[in-house]
Structure formats: C-alpha cells, structure tokens
C-alpha cells in the first residue's frame, strides 16, 4: 500500500494487544474460523510461506506470474471460477468469482499480490526465504523453525519475507476462512468476487483500464480494499476513506540575473521574500487555510463520521511526544488529528530560493520556489483546487504563467509567477451509515467487539476513487496487518495474532448480512 | 576590491566617454600631467606592463614580494622614504613618506598590490603577460604591440593582464603625476604617505593589525583609496562611503523527522509555512522593513548628500532594462537606488526547506533555514542591529536559541528558532561637506568638471571603517578604473582613458588645497 509508508511505525504508542473476540456477539463463523486454525495453523504457515517464497515485484513478470498462477490456483481449489486477465507486458489481474446459492449480495475482495522492491543486504534473512521469528526483530525475536502439526503456536510468533504484511496476508486469511466454514458446513451468505491486482506497488498503473475493460463483471454491493494496517494502538479497524491529492510548484522572479546585496539590495525586488509573503497569506496564525473557497465544496462529516471521530482512542499525546513537539506546537487550535484529515490540507512540501548556511552568497537570488501538496476530501475536485490556489495568487498581484517567463514578460508585470499544476485524484469516502456497509460493520464488530475502530478516512492518498467512480460501489479498507509490520522496509512481516484476526474476520464477512 | 565585483558590467547603459577637462577650471598641475603623458604615453605603458607581468595573488608570497620591491623601488626613485613593513607570512605594506616642503596638509594614499587568483585557461592571453589591444575584446580588439615613444596613441586602447584595474592602476597613474609635477617644476602642496596593501582579494587579514602597529606613522589629514571602477555611465566619481555589513541564519523547526503530508499535514506543523510567515512580518509590501528599531540608528543624508544624489545621473531605467524587471516591480516605492544605499537593507540571500520540483516529496519537512544579509549604513552598529531583528523573531512567538535544540527544547516550546549571527562591520561615511574633502572635491572637478559624480556612498561593504577608527582620519574613495574591466574576471584591463585620467587627478590632489 503505497501512500502508507510513513504512517508505521509509532514505537512510543501503548502496545496494545489486539483482543478479538472480546465483547463480541456470538457467531458461529467465527467460531468455526477460530476452531479450524487452531487446529491447522502449521498447514496454514506451511502454504503463507509457499507464497512469500514466490519473488513478486511488479516488473519481474516472471515471478509475478509464479505468484499470479499460485493465487489462480489456491482459489481455484476452493471451489472458483478463475481466470487471468491480461494486457500486454503488465502483470495480469487474478479474478475469481465464488458465487453461494441463494445469496442477494456480493462482496468483491481487492488485494494486491505484488510487493515493494528489496534490497536484500538490509534484511537480516532472505527476502524470498520466508521465515518464523519467535517476536519482533527489534524486540530481539529470534528465528525459529516453522510449527508442525499440532504443535501450539504462539500468535505473537511473526513471519518474515517480503510481502507478509503488504500485501499478500488477506490470502491465508480468506483462504482459511473458506476452509473453515467449508469444514464446519456453514454455507456463505454471500457472492464472492475477487480481484487481485500485480502492480500497485509499482503505481496501479493498469488499474482504471482493467476496471474500464471488466466493469461488468466487477459489479459487487461492496468493495472489501484488503491492505494496509491495523489502527497503530494494535486495534482492528475498518477505514471507509482515503483523500486525493494534488500539487503544484510556483515560482517567483526577482532580476534576471544574480546580484550584489549590498548594491542592489532593497531596491532590486527579491523573490525569496516576495514568495515568503505570498505562502504566509495563505494560512493563519493557527494553520487553518485563508484562500478565498478553499474549503467551500468541503462534505463535512457526518453523525455517524462525528459519533466514530469522538469513539477513536486519543494519540495526539503519545504523537507530540514521539515527533517531539510542545503541547500547542500543531495546527487547527487543538483539534484532533482525526478531525484535521477530514479537512483539505495544504502543506508546504519544499521551499528554495539561493543557498543557505555555508553556501551562502550576498546576493539576491533570481527566483523561488515552493512545492505544495494539496489533500484532498470528499467533495473536493483536484483542479478546482489548484484554480481556488491559483486565483488566491493572482489576487496577491502576481501575473501567472505556466512557463518561465521570457523577457518581454518580465518587463511587462511586477509581480510573476509561475504555477505548474500536477494531475491529482479525488478522495474517496462512503458514509459510515451507508446501507451496503452496515453487514460489514456487524460483522467486524462479532469479531472484534468493543475493540473495533470505524476511521472515517485515512489522511493518506489513494485512487480508491475508481472502485466508487468507475465500479460504482462503495468501498470500506479491510486492514489485517499489524501496524509494525516494516511495509516497504527491509524485514516486513506479518505477526501471527494479525492472521489468526484475519481470518476470523473474514469468515464473519463470508456469512454476513442477510 | 573584493566587494564590488557584482556591479559592474553594466552592458547596455549609455556608454558615455569620460570626457576629463570639459567645464574644469584651468590648472597647470593637469596641463602638465596631459602634456606628460602625451610625451611620454609609451614610456607609462611599458612600466606599467612590467609591474603586471609579476603575478601578485596574495598567497604567492615569493610573487607578492617582487611586486613590493618593484613598487618601493618605483617610489623610491621619486624620492619617497621607503619601507616595507612586515608580518610573519604575510605581504608587506609597501609604506612611503614623501615630503612636500612647507605644506600643512598630508593625504594618505592606499592602494592594493595583489589581485584576485586566475584560471589561467579562461584567459584570451597569459594573465601575466600584459597584452594591449585596440578595443574591449568584448567588441572585437584585437592584439597590438606597445607603442614605441612618440606614436600615437588611441585613449579606447586597453591593457590587459590581472591586476591591470583591480587594483594596479593606480600606481603609473601616481607614478606620472609625480614625473609630470617633476618635468615642469610644479611643487605639491601636500605631503604624500603610501600605504599599500599586499592582501586585500585575500580578505584584508592584516590590515587592522599593520594599522594598529604603526598608528602613528599614518597619520594624515586625508585617506584617498584608490581601489574601484568609475561610475557605470563612465563618468568620474568620488566615493565618500560604504555600507557595512552583518548576517544571520534563522532555522524553525516542525518534528523531528520527516512525516507524511496526508497523515499529519495541517495538524504537525509546517517549518516551511512558519519561517515565511516570519520572514513576511520583517518587511511590508513596499520592501521596508518593519522591525522595530531597524532604522532608528542611522545617519540620514546630509543637505550635501541629498544636493549630491539630486545630481546623479538616473540608472534606473537602463537597470529595469538589464535586469529584466517591470516599473514598479522595485522596492522603496520608486525611490532612487542611490537613496536606498542610505538606508540599511535586508536581503533573505538563501532559503531552503525540504524539495522543490523533481525532486519534491509529499511530506512535511522537519525544519526551515533562511539565510540573511543586512547592510549597514552609518549609525549602525551590526551587533545592535542583528539585536532588533533577534528581538523581532521573539516577539514573533519564537523561542530563540543557539545551537540545534534538543528533544526537551523542543518539546518545551512550541515555536523554535535558533539563529546564528556572524560578525561584520560598521559602515563609513565622510560627510560631503567636511573641510577635509574639500581640496579633493575641487581637484577633481578642476579634471573633469561637471561630469564628476560624488557618491555618498556605494551599497557594498568594505571595511573603510578601519581607516576612520583606528587612523581617525577622513576617507575618500578615488577610483580610475573602467566599470567594464572585468575585474575578478578573466580578461581584466584597463582602459587608457582611464588612466590618462588618473595621472590628472592625481596631479591635481597632489596640488590641491593649501
């Protein structure tokens, strides 16, 4: 899961243990989930492992498609119609479709089998050589051989292998689900569509054409998105939102030429302060945004969104402390972190203009400029964010163009700037009352009871927006995952209390909903 | 001279000829001295030429000692008392006392003997074979021999070879002043002590010290520096001051590592967004700086300084021109360059926080760093004035601190800026109406009438304040040099008008006042 990189991680956070189970209802799906890897955990390890053991980055086609035709397979032997779909030199789509007599409703389930690239000298085994720690690397977890049969397993026990948590943990999860309640005789009570993409980690690059192309078969009542991780107090949660994003640089111009300070400064204009000036007017004191509609088309969230924000456990403290910030240090007048995601954000990601320290010359520069990176919520359109930008910089006086400025431009306007404007995607939320959700809801909750967080939206960016614009469905973010897994990093794995949770989950989706 | 490299080259302003004599008053000092040299132009040259074929840069002491002997000798012969005061492992000042008998008044004259290193391979010559050509090789001179005695020479000729402007010239010009008052019996009205210096482009390392130790031996009623390019319309200057100078460096911080702009931008603070608004409050729409106590200090222009700027000739527009800039785009709400000279400036010379373009992540930098000049005019002292901008940033919310602060630093305060203040000087600023420059004024104008310029100060910094400090006495800039000499550069020369109107002037300061 790409945009998600930075948010792992938090050391200093309460390690609370994931309880599932408690406070929860009575299901025997659940149950069953539970009963079935207790009794064949080693089995489940054995194949997980048979999988991590298959080398998945994206432009390695061969390995991709070991892995692709591994998935086929494993799905095929649970009863699937499979199929590969494919397009020219990209890694194809794993596509299944597992219907329940009977069954009103269909679920379609995304997860994606590619993983990030490696560099295996930063990894303290193999990659590509799954194997079983007795607890965390960082915690002085040591490895050990994978359990055999009966033998008792220890779920604070983690695999390690690129690709234990991101994201190919929802297989065993939904695997072992189906062989649970196949085994126990529990009949789903829904459709099942599956839809496993091979390149997310290399940008999703294919995705909207495979979309575009298989729209029909793709239709489902929801989207279960399997990736990401867990909430970082170790709690379950269901996530029913990710913001867009866009961005753009703008540069300003002073003289044509580097100059002398001492004769030229103060009268020649200079453009590190001049853009100074024009990013200061765009936020207050309080880090809220001034620009004239910037939170005009904002949908604010909901009761349901509001009654979720005030039930998430509080880490704004744990969070100063961790990044080493003072009590009144962050934006938003006091607001929780939660509530500020829920807001389109403008952020200064860069700022250059002459040199600094050491560097430094007396002289004014020619030029500088900023990178911003807008986010993005519900209701909001990428380029009309950037024209609400756009105009805010034109009202402060500046001339914009798109390229540099030739001479004649220069003589012409005091003030230019140069606004290059990035593509960006919309955010994407369903409601957290939306109908086809509330299945999902309950069943999560017979799993997790009390303990289950409902996050209204990530602050983080992804194109979740093709499975609502293009599939027309609504999606909700199914996470398994521990949050210290090392997505992305040297040493990702999956802690095996994170499966055991996976798996109960997804049996109680399998036979949710009437 | 170090610190004017950057002003000249003004290509496209109005090339007027210097036209010394036109509107001055009759003087037989600068008829004699226009005689000399028309006498004896090839004689002048050919000495010059072998003063620049010593390489002189300062580090090069075998080098820099064959220069002062050269020039003691030279001295020596017009009947100077001679010395070379010393340091360990550093150029000597070549010091001369020559008398004049009867005269009340003594002008100190400095000079600078060494010059700026060469990269020899970006020379269209050997940078210590001085060559003459028949024109700026920038429009199309080409080589020619020196002129034998008695041929005539054309005054747009230039030399070339390092050192040849900056800042050499101003020895053949004192030379054949000397020989000239000699040739037709005219005495000097003013005793003569020379004090060159062996190290200026190094940094002036030993100045103060050599002042200091030998305090009382340059004591004089006047101190000519002969250093600097003529005005950049070619019209001959004097210079009564210079700006001194002072800077900072100002970094404000957000976390302590870098974090993801969609999970915790506009709730972490941004460094970026911080330090501009801050740098935004240190000045108003018009360029002025609106920190308090920044302009209470200085010095304004006298009734002779504003008759003086009232006089110069209007850059301003060539300038928009050069520099690419609209009208209106300059600080000081249409103020004259010259006038805001007058004033101390504020130049944000660098700033830089996380990346730009390309380069540009999505994330919140950790901290932001700006780096800025403040020159100084007369009345300000550079430690009170980085106290005011200190006290600005404080009263801006800023905890304001030395070093890089540490965890509990910056959990303690929730806006932090450590600034790093470097050291610098005062300005100086002979009043245009002291009786000291009085006979230097007169003298000028009686060799180049009305088209003297005097220049209440340049915007550059040098460390003047030396000579009116420590010596106590008055300082008057005496440039010769062609604006366009290229000095620092490769290719420096001189123009011979330029030096033809050099022996004049000093002809006439050597005759001057009573």
């Given at each position: 899961m790409r945009a998600w990189r930075l948010a792992v991680g938090f050391?200093?956070?309460?390690?609370?243990?994931?309880?599932?189970?408690?406070?929860?209802?009575?299901?025997?799906?659940?149950?069953?989930?539970?009963?079935?890897?207790?009794?064949?955990?080693?089995?489940?390890?054995?194949?997980?492992?048979?999988?991590?053991?298959?080398?998945?980055?994206?432009?390695?086609?061969?390995?991709?498609?070991?892995?692709?035709?591994?998935?086929?397979?494993?799905?095929?032997?649970?009863?699937?119609?499979?199929?590969?779909?494919?397009?020219?030199?990209?890694?194809?789509?794993?596509?299944?479709?597992l219907p329940a007599p009977g069954a009103a409703r269909t679920l379609g389930v995304y997860m994606h089998y590619d993983g990030q690239p490696v560099v295996a000298a930063d990894w303290a085994q193999d990659p590509w050589q799954p194997t079983l720690y007795d607890g965390a690397l960082e915690a002085g977890g040591r490895p050990r051989p994978l359990p055999v049969p009966g033998e008792p397993i220890d779920p604070e026990w983690r695999l390690y292998g690129r690709g234990a948590g991101d994201d190919k943990a929802p297989l065993p999860a939904i695997l072992a689900a189906l062989d649970a309640l196949e085994a126990?005789?529990?009949?789903?009570?829904?459709?099942?569509?599956?839809?496993?993409e091979g390149e997310e980690e290399a940008g999703s690059g294919h995705l909207e054409a495979y979309m575009r192309e298989h729209r029909e078969r793709l239709d489902v009542d929801l989207w279960l998105v399997c990736d990401g991780p867990?909430?970082?107090?170790?709690?379950?949660?269901?996530?029913?939102?990710?913001?867009?994003?866009?961005?753009?640089?703008?540069?300003?111009?002073?003289?044509?030429?580097?100059?002398?300070?001492?004769?030229?400064?103060?009268?020649?204009?200079?453009?590190?302060?001049?853009?100074?000036?024009?990013?200061?007017?765009?936020?207050?004191?309080?880090?809220?945004?001034?620009?004239?509609?910037?939170?005009?088309?904002?949908?604010?969230?909901?009761?349901?969104?509001?009654?979720?924000?005030?039930?998430?456990?509080?880490?704004?403290?744990?969070?100063?402390?961790?990044?080493?910030?003072?009590?009144?240090?962050?934006?938003?007048?006091?607001?929780?972190?939660?509530?500020?995601?829920?807001?389109?954000s403008l952020n200064v990601r860069g700022l250059v203009s002459g040199a600094v320290g050491a560097g430094a010359r007396n002289v004014i520069p020619t030029q500088a400029e900023a990178s911003l990176d807008v986010r993005l919520v519900k209701g909001n359109d990428p380029q009309r964010m950037l024209d609400v930008v756009e105009a805010h910089i034109a009202s402060h006086g500046f001339h914009v163009v798109r390229e540099t400025p030739d001479a004649a431009t220069r003589r012409a306007h005091p003030r230019i700037a140069k606004v290059v404007r990035e593509g960006g995607y919309p955010a994407?939320?369903?409601?957290?009352?939306?109908?086809?959700?509330?299945?999902?809801?309950?069943?999560?909750?017979?799993?997790?009871?009390?303990?289950?967080?409902?996050?209204?939206?990530?602050?983080?960016?992804?194109?979740?927006?093709?499975?609502?614009?293009?599939?027309?469905?609504?999606?909700?973010?199914?996470?398994?995952?521990?949050?210290?897994?090392?997505?992305?990093?040297?040493?990702?794995?999956?802690?095996l209390a994170n499966l055991w949770y996976g798996i109960e989950l997804m049996a109680a989706l399998f036979t949710s909903g009437g």
């Open positions: 050391g200093v956070l309460a390690a609370l243990l994931a309880r599932p189970g408690e406070g929860a209802g009575a299901d025997p799906a659940v149950d069953a989930a539970r009963a079935f890897r207790q009794a064949h955990g080693a089995e489940i390890l054995r194949s997980f492992a048979e999988l991590l053991a298959l080398p998945n980055v994206a432009s390695d086609l061969p390995g991709i498609e070991r892995n692709a035709l591994f998935i086929r397979e494993a799905l095929a032997a649970r009863g699937a119609r499979t199929e590969l779909w494919r397009q020219d030199g990209v890694p194809p789509i794993v596509f299944g479709e126990a005789g529990i009949p789903r009570t829904v459709n099942l569509k599956f839809f496993f867990v909430h970082q107090s170790r709690r379950p949660q269901l996530v029913f939102g990710v913001r867009g994003i866009t961005a753009l640089d703008v540069t300003v111009y002073g003289a044509s030429r580097y100059l002398h300070s001492g004769h030229y400064g103060n009268w020649s204009p200079n453009p590190a302060l001049l853009l100074s000036q024009l990013l200061a007017s765009m936020k207050d004191a309080d880090g809220d945004v001034v620009i004239a509609g910037f939170y005009d088309d904002t949908i604010p969230p909901g009761p349901a969104e509001r009654a979720a924000l005030a039930a998430l456990p509080a880490v704004e403290e744990g969070l100063l402390r961790e990044l080493e910030l003072a009590p009144g240090a962050t934006d938003g007048a006091g607001a929780t972190l939660a509530e500020r995601l829920l807001l389109p994407a939320r369903t409601p957290l009352d939306a109908a086809a959700v509330q299945p999902a809801i309950a069943a999560a909750r017979r799993v997790a009871g009390d303990e289950l967080i409902l996050m209204p939206s990530l602050g983080g960016s992804l194109p979740l927006y093709l499975f609502a614009d293009i599939l027309g469905s609504p999606v909700v973010i199914v996470p398994i995952a521990n949050h210290d897994d090392n997505q992305h990093a040297p040493n990702e794995n999956l802690r």
